[in-house]
């Protein structure tokens, strides 16, 4: 296309050209001509004029013939200066005419014509122009002046007619070939016209055709560019969700990162950076000759308070005690925390064991003030057990291992304190862990069985009723104490399937004895706290009766004060439920809690069983006596019987009797015995009312 449109704008351009340069060459033919047409009128004008010239000039030569061969004639004086002035005035004419006609005179030599008449102009007005030479010098100018002008009339002005005539045939038909032409011309122009107005049609019509592909074209572009700008949008809100989620996925790393190293709930360490710092400290302490101390940290009635005020109030106490270890540790030691109330620490660069005993020394203070729980303050102590890397162990396994025996150690030497690791605590938590094994042996095995000690009315009055103790025989170490098992059962949960066992086991064996007495007896169990938290003792309590078909009023249910220091009201319900029932609910080991008489008040307590530890001080510690009498006084007030637990010697027996306490039980009257004997020591008993029972150690296993 453009090739095409190129070919025809050159071929347009030649044949503009072309026209422009006919129409000159017409133009300047056609003037030309123009011109030799007029040469006809000039030249008449130029013979009649050159005809008055010739006779001027002959007037003239004649006159000054005649004015100068006749001297003093001044009549032909004036003849000659008027015919030479006349003269003159023709030459100017004839040159105004060569200026306008100038091809005509090419041949009339007008210079020799001015400077002839100029001369005979000067030296006629010379005084000596009588002279001979002079006027010979006149005559001969004036006949210069008649050569020339005739041999100008034989040349041109005598021109033959015909020639002149030829002269304007050719002109015309140069007029006509001019008018050809300017015809042809014309018609090139119209042909060209034509052309130009078809080609201007054609190029309407492209241009039309381009400016709609243009259109189109445009439009497509604007189409593809909306596309491409929505798609650019597009891209850009993709980029910025990537970036968002890039942003997200690394705040999402470092999350993850954070909970795979820390704890959430307290923000200390976990385990797995607990082991990175330790491993770190460990290096440290090989390179420097120095030592790693490892803690193992638990805190004291911890699962008592979770328990009782729930476990957002367990977590709140968590957090604080974290932040109080946190603030009492150095900057290069570490605190963990590895679940429940359980915390290990690792302190590094130890030289000397003193700086150990420093700083577990501040862990216990800051810990044992109290901690304000919403409102509550609640007292929480820890037990840290500590091992020394490397002298306890190399690794992190052993390590904390032998702290947590330590640990434990720390807990049964009274709470609140810490233990550094020996031999003989991994002994012994070897023996604590073959006691767990062992513990779970026995109650699929079901090697358990109740020993029953009798509870004696003080007055002599006979068998008030008795307290089922749990006995666990183990086949190779034999009996073995509940004050060691029970506290493992509860820790490991084993407390549940037990205590229910022997709930059912005390409830139908006490109702085959009920059945033979008249007197009101009541069969005494002691159950955990735990079994409460776990279990809707309420209905498992009521399916029991129903199943061993003991009446309610026959039992009697021994919970320690800790089950009632929390504020639960679920607690409460279960006993409430419970004492409808017609149960009784003692405290035992009363004395050696909190001992707060807000409990009384508040839950449907019947007993109170004062603990062993009070009744072996009497006569020996008078505080002691004052507050047994205390508690009774307080009880009868509060109409709530009490029972005094392990009396052993006469005196406490009396002393209690004097002080109005109706109810006892110890090694004085029984040890606790098998079911079978204890229904013998019954019907002695019911048979012997009012007299006073005594059993022999023997038969007691436990
Ligand atoms: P506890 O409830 O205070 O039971 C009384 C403990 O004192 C019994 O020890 C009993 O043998 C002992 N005892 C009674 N009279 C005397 C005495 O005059 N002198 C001395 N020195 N001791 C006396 P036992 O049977 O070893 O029980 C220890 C603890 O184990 C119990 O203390 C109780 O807390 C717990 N326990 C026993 N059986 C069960 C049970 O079936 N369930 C639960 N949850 N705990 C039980
Ligand atoms: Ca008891
Ligand atoms: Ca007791």
Redo the contacts with the bound molecule.
């Keep these: 296309m453009p090739k095409n449109s190129s070919k025809t704008s050159i071929f347009l351009a030649s044949c503009m050209l072309s026209i422009i340069l006919l129409s000159l060459i017409s133009s300047v033919i056609l003037y030309r001509q123009i011109a030799n047409l007029q040469i006809a009128p000039v030249r008449t004008e130029l013979v009649s004029f050159i005809n008055e010239y010739e006779y001027e000039l002959m007037r003239s030569t004649m006159a000054f013939s005649d004015a100068y061969n006749h001297h003093n004639d001044t009549k032909e004086y004036t003849e000659f200066n008027t015919w030479f002035n006349m003269l003159l005035s023709r030459y100017q004419g004839l040159e105004r005419i060569e200026k306008q006609h100038s091809a005509i005179f090419n041949r009339l030599n007008l210079r020799l014509l001015k400077s002839n008449l100029q001369q005979i102009k000067l030296l006629v007005s010379r005084s000596d122009i009588h002279q001979t030479a002079n006027l010979q010098k006149v005559k001969q100018l004036f006949h210069q002046l008649v050569i020339e002008t005739h041999q100008f009339q034989k040349q041109w002005v005598f021109q033959n007619e015909s020639l002149v005539l030829a002269k304007q045939n050719k002109t015309l038909s140069s007029y006509q070939n001019s008018v050809v032409l300017i015809f042809v011309t014309f018609v090139i122009g119209i042909i060209m016209v034509l052309y130009l107005f078809s080609n201007n049609k054609k190029l309407l019509i492209l241009r039309r055709t381009l400016e709609q592909r243009v259109d189109s074209r445009t439009k497509e572009l604007k189409d593809s560019n909306s596309h491409l700008i929505s798609e650019v949008q597009e891209r850009k809100k993709t980029e910025l969700e990537l970036m968002q989620s890039q942003l997200a996925a690394e705040q999402a790393h470092k999350k993850i990162q954070y909970q795979a190293n820390f704890d959430p709930l307290t923000q200390l360490a976990n385990r797995t950076l607990f082991l990175e710092r330790f491993k770190q400290a460990s290096v440290r302490a090989d390179r420097n000759n120095t030592f790693v101390a490892l803690l193992f940290l638990d805190l004291d009635r911890f699962k008592h308070i979770n328990d009782t005020l729930g476990h957002s109030i367990g977590d709140k106490l968590l957090q604080e005690a974290s932040s109080r270890i946190q603030i009492v540790l150095r900057a290069s030691d570490t605190a963990a925390r590895f679940g429940g109330d359980e915390f290990a620490i690792v302190l590094s660069d130890i030289e000397e064991l003193k700086t150990v005993d420093l700083i577990v020394s501040r862990i216990l203070k800051s810990l044992a003030c109290p901690f304000r729980l919403c409102g509550n303050d609640a007292f929480v102590s820890a037990s840290i057990g500590i091992t020394v890397y490397p002298t306890d162990g190399a690794d992190t396994e052993t390590l904390l291992r032998k702290a947590d025996s330590a640990m434990y150690k720390a807990k049964d030497a009274g709470r609140n304190n810490y233990q550094f690791f020996t031999q003989q605590m991994d002994i012994e938590a070897n023996e604590r862990r073959l006691l767990e094994a062992a513990l779970y042996k026995a109650v699929e095995a079901q090697e358990f069985s109740?020993?029953y000690?009798p509870i004696i009315k003080s007055k002599g009055d006979g068998i008030a009723g008795v307290?089922?103790?749990?006995?666990w025989k183990d086949e190779t170490r034999g009996y073995i104490?509940?004050?060691e098992f029970?506290p493992l059962a509860?820790e490991i949960g084993l407390?549940l399937p037990?205590?229910e066992w022997?709930l059912k086991e005390?409830c139908s064996t006490a109702a085959k004895w009920v059945e033979n007495i008249s007197e009101p007896f009541i069969v005494s169990?002691?159950?955990?706290s735990r079994?409460f938290q776990k279990c809707n003792m309420a209905e498992q309590i009521a399916n029991i009766l129903d199943e061993t078909g003991l009446a309610a009023k026959h039992l009697m249910l021994?919970m320690?004060e800790g089950l009632l220091m929390g504020d639960d009201q679920q607690i409460l319900t279960q006993l409430q439920e419970i004492r409808e029932m017609g149960i009784s609910l003692a405290i035992?080991?009363f004395g050696t809690g909190y001992s707060s008489l807000s409990y009384l008040k508040k839950y449907p307590i019947t007993t109170l069983?004062i603990?062993?530890s009070f009744?072996?001080d009497i006569d020996i510690d008078s505080d002691d006596d004052e507050l047994i009498k205390g508690i009774l006084s307080m009880a009868k007030s509060l109409n709530v019987s009490v029972v005094a637990?392990?009396?052993?010697t006469v005196r406490q027996a009396e002393f209690l009797l004097e002080n109005d306490c109706l109810l006892i039980?110890?090694?004085?009257y029984s040890?606790?015995m098998p079911a079978i004997e204890f229904s013998q020591y019954l019907q002695q008993g019911t048979s012997q009312a009012g007299s006073e029972f005594k059993f022999s150690r023997e038969r007691?296993c436990?």
Aim: glycine fraction near 6%; aromatic fraction near 2%.
């Design positions: 109740l020993h000690q307290e089922a103790l749990i006995r104490p509940p004050a029970i509860e407390i037990i205590g022997v005390a169990v002691n159950v955990s079994q021994e320690t035992d080991d069983k603990d062993r009744i072996q637990e392990g009396v052993e039980q110890g090694f004085h040890k606790p007691d436990a």
